[in-house]
């Protein structure tokens, strides 16, 4: 019993000390707490187990990798802009060669004197030609391109226009209309042709979004197949030519060959066709015995009207000659007499257009296209706009007051002089046909 409150004693002294020391106090010096134990008492002192702290490991904390996140773009893979392989049928289109039909005025491009007339004549050959560019540039292959004259029928064959090559499935270019044309495979032959040069030009255009339209669906791979066949149209604006003699191409060599009419449907004939209503010695005025209402070539040119988009009038010429008594009752006359060839026309074709033109120019001593006439003309542009017929005006004195050297008989052209005035006539129409539109 001594032992077990001596125990407690000694428990309730370090106890207190702890507290001490816990609560911040000091010792009081000289105050050391001493216990002598009894004589006979042996104390062991209690061996206090050290407590050795737990080794805690610092939790390192990696932070989480965050990769930014980044959008990837969407990336859409750009179109193929050339086939990987093109064909007909079965056959590589590198198997194939274009052949075009013989021009019919190429003989005279070989008349030393006569070639400078037909700057541009051979027209299905700039068909072919375009057709090879525009395959090379699908397939980075280039075919030959030949005449039907001049080279030996094969089975694969591009054909364009009415070339010498007989065709078999009923096919017969000869019956095409004007405006159409077809693109059809023929047997092994791929036949390009329409009614007229220019048609048969515009029939690559075709050929351009069909090929555009196949890459677009990722198509890189494309055979025209056995049984392919389409029917096209393109309107080429048919213009015809009223007038006097020049018109219709005195003073040329051969006036069906080398008048201004004849050598602007040359130069416009991706664009249009060209007429020729012209009869030499005619008037404007119906009270005269050569007054243009009363030929053969009105009649034909009324006949004609309700197929033709823009009729050019150019007469004035013989009117004026007429000058030496002139007055305004004449001038009122002739206004009247153009307004009614006008309506005459205008009611065969009511989406007609006009083109009133003045004299060519007069190198002679006479009173022929004179400076009288031009002003009568220039003024009579807007009484026909004001009555219901629209028209523009085209200025054929100041495309030809230089062309002395081109007049040999002063008044008429010879066939370089129908040239000059078919190639500026041909840009002025150019304006009409193809209007460039305002971007803004």
């Known amino acids: 019993m001594k032992h077990l409150k001596l125990i407690v004693l000694m428990c309730l002294v370090v106890l207190m000390a702890v507290t001490a020391v816990a609560c911040g106090g000091s010792e009081t010096p000289g105050t050391t707490a001493t216990t002598t134990p009894a004589a006979d008492v042996v104390t062991t002192p209690i061996a206090t187990a050290e407590t050795t702290p737990v080794a805690t490991t610092p939790v390192v904390t990696t932070p989480v990798a965050t990769t930014p996140a980044t959008t990837t773009p969407t ?243 013989n009117d004026s000659d007429r000058f030496r008594t002139w007055t305004d009752r004449d001038t009122e006359v002739y206004n009247q007499d153009c307004l009614s060839l006008m309506d005459t026309l205008q009611k065969k074709n009511k989406d007609v257009k006009f083109v009133l033109a003045n004299c060519p120019a007069y190198f002679g001593s006479g009173s022929f296209g004179s400076a009288n006439m031009r002003l009568i003309q220039k003024a009579l542009l807007s009484i026909v706009n004001d009555a219901g017929y629209p028209t523009t005006f085209y200025d054929t004195f100041s495309a030809t007051k230089t062309l002395r050297a081109h007049f040999p008989d002063s008044l008429h052209p010879n066939d370089m002089g129908h040239l000059k005035m078919a190639e500026a006539f041909s840009e002025y129409l150019l304006t009409l046909i193809n209007p460039v539109t305002d971007a803004s």
């Open 75 to 317: 990336t859409t893979e750009a179109l193929p802009t050339s086939f990987k392989g093109l064909k007909i049928g079965e056959t590589p289109i590198s198997d194939y060669t274009i052949v075009y039909a013989k021009s019919p005025y190429e003989a005279y491009t070989k008349i030393p004197d006569k070639k400078p007339y037909f700057p541009v004549y051979d027209f299905d050959h700039e068909t072919a030609n375009r057709l090879a560019d525009l395959i090379f540039e699908m397939t980075g292959v280039r075919l030959n391109v030949v005449q039907d004259t001049t080279s030996t029928a094969t089975a694969n064959e591009i054909l364009i226009g009415k070339t010498n090559r007989t065709l078999t499935g009923g096919v017969k270019l000869s019956d095409l209309a004007t405006d159409d044309y077809i693109v059809n495979v023929v047997d092994t032959k791929l036949v390009i042709c329409g009614g007229e040069y220019g048609t048969t030009w515009h029939a690559i255009d075709y050929l351009e979004t069909l090929f555009a339209d196949k890459l677009a669906q990722r198509e890189v791979n494309y055979a025209f197949t056995k049984d392919f066949s389409y029917t096209g149209n393109y309107h080429l604006v048919v213009i015809g030519c009223i007038g006097d003699s020049i018109t219709q191409g005195v003073g040329a060599s051969n006036q069906t060959m080398f008048s201004y009419p004849a050598q602007m449907g040359r130069l416009l004939w991706k664009d249009a066709i060209v007429h020729n209503f012209g009869d030499s010695g005619s008037t404007m005025r119906n009270d005269h015995g050569d007054a243009y209402t009363k030929t053969t070539p009105y009649q034909n040119a009324v006949k004609a009207a309700s197929t033709v988009d823009i009729f050019t009038i150019m007469l004035g010429t």
